[in-house]
């Protein structure tokens, strides 16, 4: 299974970003999906993450910035983020729980992708 982030990059605070995170190989179905995001120095933090039957869950320090969306027949989750303050500088995961046969499931992460947001 391989994860491909597309999205991340520099932008003023008060701006918007979309991140993007394609799952493909050979698997079932995905479960669940979602982004983390790591900022320097600090532990690797949930973000949003969002079920295959669309229920979804955000940090507290997002809700109502950002919102998480799939595209299940793409194997696709994307990151809506709006409002962007510095804080939210970070190194974004994403994250996907996958099916890979009838009784074994995988955990997956992408590669990474920069968000920058200049004060």
């Known amino acids: 299974v391989q994860l491909v982030e597309s999205g991340g990059g520099l932008v003023q605070a008060g701006g918007s970003l979309r991140l993007s995170c394609a799952a493909s190989?050979?698997?079932?179905?995905?479960?669940?999906m979602g982004w983390y995001r790591q900022a320097p120095g600090k532990q690797r933090e949930l973000v949003a993450a969002?079920?295959?039957?669309?229920?979804?869950n955000y940090a507290d320090s997002v809700k109502g910035r950002f919102t998480i969306s799939r595209d299940n027949a793409k194997n696709t989750v994307y990151l809506q983020m709006n409002s962007l303050g510095p804080e939210d500088t970070a190194v974004y995961y994403c994250?996907?729980?996958?099916?890979?046969?009838?009784?074994?499931?995988?955990?997956?992460w992408g590669q990474g992708t920069q968000v920058t947001v200049s004060s």
């Open positions: 969002a079920t295959s039957g669309g229920t979804t």
């Open positions: 994250y996907a729980d996958v099916r890979v046969s009838l009784y074994r499931s995988t955990e997956n």
């Open positions: 190989g050979s698997f079932v179905r995905v479960n669940l």
